[in-house]
């Protein structure tokens, strides 16, 4: 099984800063996209930020300017420097990757998530 777990959540005031990393491993051949969603108390899963594997890059308009996501390929890893925080951007983070592992099989995997909680 593909395994991706994430790290680097906690509590931050406004303003502030964290950094969310992610690391996939498993039987894996190739990957596609690497990505940040959140949740919200009361509200759906959201895209907060994605890599593909040609390295382009997108963000939700709400964390334009404030986010930063990058990837290192031979880590197989995916972080998200978060600055500027505010309040509204507390939500339990889940890393998303997608692609294929040896023989073939295509794979989309959610890590556990963490929780990351921007108050004063």
């Known amino acids: 099984q593909v395994q991706l777990v994430e790290s680097g959540g906690g509590l931050v005031q406004p303003g502030g800063s964290l950094r969310l990393s992610c690391a996939a491993s498993?039987?894996?051949?190739?990957?596609?996209?690497m990505g940040w969603y959140r949740k919200a108390p009361g509200k759906e899963r959201e895209l907060v930020a994605v890599?593909?594997?040609?390295?382009?890059?997108n963000y939700s308009d709400s964390v334009k300017g404030r986010f930063t996501i990058s990837r290192d390929r031979a880590k197989r890893t995916v972080t998200l420097q978060m600055n500027s925080l505010k309040p509204e951007d507390t939500a339990v983070y889940y890393c998303n990757a997608d692609g294929y592992r040896f023989g073939g099989r295509y794979f989309n995997s959610w890590g556990p998530g963490t929780q990351v909680t921007v108050s004063s």
């Open positions: 890599t593909t594997s040609g390295g382009r890059t």
């Open positions: 498993g039987s894996i051949s190739s990957i596609n996209d």
